[in-house]
């Protein structure tokens, strides 16, 4: 038995159509829209608990001798402590703490451009002495082997260790000679002076609404965690209990 053209004999091949082809593609991003939404609900806390892992890290990095922080923000020209997830509108700047609750110095953030895009960076400031006392690249996309060095470069991040705010934070090459001086690297000036760009930026910003030295907000110790205690209660109660065994 031979085969046999369809089309010879005058049969034709039903082709979809077009409501169906529309239907089928709506199903289809629907699906990927709710499996996007979901990965995005899911991953989102993570994200957020990894973010600010991050920053903690980086506001004791820039801010030496800390070893606790808590996010302040600006409101009606004066500092308020408020929770780390809270979110606000209001500019934002970190204080840092000691063991002891004793004052470090601020964690200032603050962004501009660089030679290819945006760079933010975190930088410590101690008001009682009037120095920037630290630095970290929160984020850039500068030139590979040139404009990375910003961070890559551990010269170039000394710089910013002890460093004067005053008159101006200013770059120069070929050396430091005053303490409010920054030495360029060589083969990324720009990106050098994006940095002390956007320091200076934060410093404009932030220094004239800050307290005097030594009237900085104190710490304030994050309130017990509720089913921490509910807990504990239980556990009092239950035999062999703290308090069974005192009763005991």
Do not use: Q
């Given at each position: 038995m031979s085969d046999v053209d369809p089309g010879a004999l005058g049969g034709q091949t039903q082709e979809p159509s077009g409501l169906r082809l529309v239907a089928t593609l709506g199903i289809a991003g629907l699906i990927s829209g709710l499996a996007i939404a979901g990965v995005y609900q899911i991953t989102k806390p993570i994200i957020d608990r990894n973010m600010a892992e991050a920053l903690r890290r980086a506001v004791y990095k820039v801010v030496p001798g800390s070893?606790?922080?808590q996010k302040m923000v600006l409101r009606e020209s004066r500092l308020v402590v408020v929770a780390e997830d809270e979110q606000t509108t209001d500019p934002v700047i970190y204080g840092a703490y000691g063991e002891g609750g004793d004052f470090k110095g601020y964690a200032i953030e603050n962004n501009g451009p660089g030679f290819q895009d945006n760079i933010q960076v975190l930088y410590g400031f101690d008001p009682a002495r009037r120095l920037v006392i630290g630095m970290?690249?929160?984020?850039?996309?500068?030139?590979?082997?040139?404009?990375d060095k910003i961070y890559?470069?551990?010269?170039f991040v000394a710089n910013f260790a002890d460093l004067a705010v005053e008159p101006e934070i200013v770059v120069v090459k070929g050396g430091r000679k005053a303490e409010n001086q920054v030495d360029a690297i060589t083969g990324a000036t720009i990106s050098s002076?994006?940095?002390v760009k956007i320091i200076n930026g934060g410093n404009g910003r932030?220094?004239?609404?800050l307290p005097e030295p030594g009237q900085e907000p104190a710490y304030v110790a994050p309130p017990?965690?509720?089913?921490?205690?509910e807990e504990d209660k239980s556990a009092s109660h239950r035999p062999g209990g703290k308090r069974g065994r005192e009763e005991g």
């Open positions: 070893a606790t922080m970290e690249i929160l984020e850039s996309r500068e030139t590979p082997g040139l404009g890559k470069d551990a010269d002076k994006a940095v932030w220094l004239p609404e017990a965690v509720e089913e921490d205690v």
